[in-house]
T-cell receptor, first 113, second 110 residues
Framework: AQSVTQLDSQVPVFEEAPVELRCNYS??????LFWYVQYPNQGLQLLLK??????LVKGINGFEAEFNKSQTSFHLRKPSVHISDTAEYFC???????????FGSGTRLSIRP | NAGVTQTPKFQVLKTGQSMTLQCAQD?????MYWYRQDPGMGLRLIYY???????DKGEVPNGYNVSRLNKREFSLRLESAAPSQTSVYFC?????????FGQGTRLTVV
């Protein structure tokens, strides 16, 4: 069975500091990996996705993630965060188009001025 | 450009009442999903539909039914609401691995 683990439920950082949100997955088959962001009282929107090819994936708002097959990880990074990045971030996996999309439990990113 | 539209946005039910959450997408996507979001638990899949006319159970289907009425619409029904179904419900549609979410329905069962 496939699963996604987000290791940190909350991550506080200072504005303009770098941040890494951790995600590990478990699957017996090849997967697609995603990061979604949820701003307060809104639905989720896609930040970035890994389907195949280059293991470093760039997304919107300056975020990037690196797929590491040997460590079964897909950590999200940003070199310098802004107050507007305050949100909850979800790692997710799928294994084909139209397959189930399985989400992690989320990481709440709070930015301190 | 509406995307995925959910109705209602808020609902309060009494235990034992029934209701249907509506979802419609205007992107001509084949796949649609219903999730519930609870604090600390992320999004859990209730049901999904890979195409018009098909539905499959997700992680937490008990207490729910779904109908894929046509390609656009995918409804979620609670036949006899329970307090454990208090949650925020999200509908999503997906094409070529990218999922698009509605704004959510906040349901409280008292």
């Amino acid at each position: 069975a496939q699963s996604v683990t987000q290791l940190d439920s909350q991550v506080p950082v200072f504005e303009e500091a770098p941040v890494e949100l951790r995600c590990n997955y478990s699957s017996s088959v090849s997967v697609y990996l995603f990061w979604y962001v949820q701003y307060p009282n809104q639905g989720l929107q896609l930040l970035l996705k890994y389907l195949s090819g280059s293991t470093l994936v760039k997304g919107i708002n300056g975020f990037e993630a690196e797929f590491n097959k040997s460590q079964t990880s897909f950590h999200l990074r940003k070199p310098s965060v802004h107050i507007s990045d305050t949100a909850e971030y979800f790692c997710a996996l799928g294994y084909s188009s139209a397959s189930k999309i399985i989400f992690g439990s989320g990481t709440r990113l709070s930015i301190r001025p | 450009n509406a995307g995925v539209t959910q109705t209602p946005k808020f609902q309060v039910l009494k235990t034992g009442q029934s209701m249907t959450l509506q979802c419609a997408q205007d992107m001509n996507h084949n796949s649609m999903y219903w999730y519930r979001q609870d604090p600390g638990m992320g999004l859990r899949l209730i049901y999904y539909s890979a195409s018009e006319g098909t539905t499959d159970k997700g992680e937490v289907p008990n207490g729910y039914n779904v109908s894929r009425l046509n390609k656009r619409e995918f409804s979620l029904r609670l036949e006899s609401a329970a307090p454990s179904q208090t949650s925020v419900y999200f509908c999503a549609s997906e094409q070529s691995t990218e999922a698009f979410f509605g704004q959510g329905t906040r349901l409280t069962v008292v």
